[in-house]
């Protein structure tokens, strides 16, 4: 998502993957400390153990 410019300016739930990466540090995503993050359209998840969480965010973003 963040080579293709999804993340610009969005609010995205920082994985342990994504932290160091330059992509995402270059792509101007806020990277935030939580499990699972919703910025309009875009839902982000901070790996694995957030999986029920992000599954429930999805779908109450495919829902609105």
């Known amino acids: 998502l963040a080579r293709h ?13 994504s932290a160091g990466w330059p992509v995402y ?16 359209r875009v839902v982000t998840g901070s790996g694995p153990e957030s999986a029920a969480a992000f599954a429930d965010a999805l779908l109450a973003a495919i829902r609105e």
């Open 5 to 17: 410019g999804v993340l610009d300016g969005k609010a995205v739930a920082r994985s342990p993957f």
């Open 25 to 40: 540090l270059s792509s101007g995503a806020v990277l935030e400390d939580v499990p699972v993050r919703t910025d309009g």
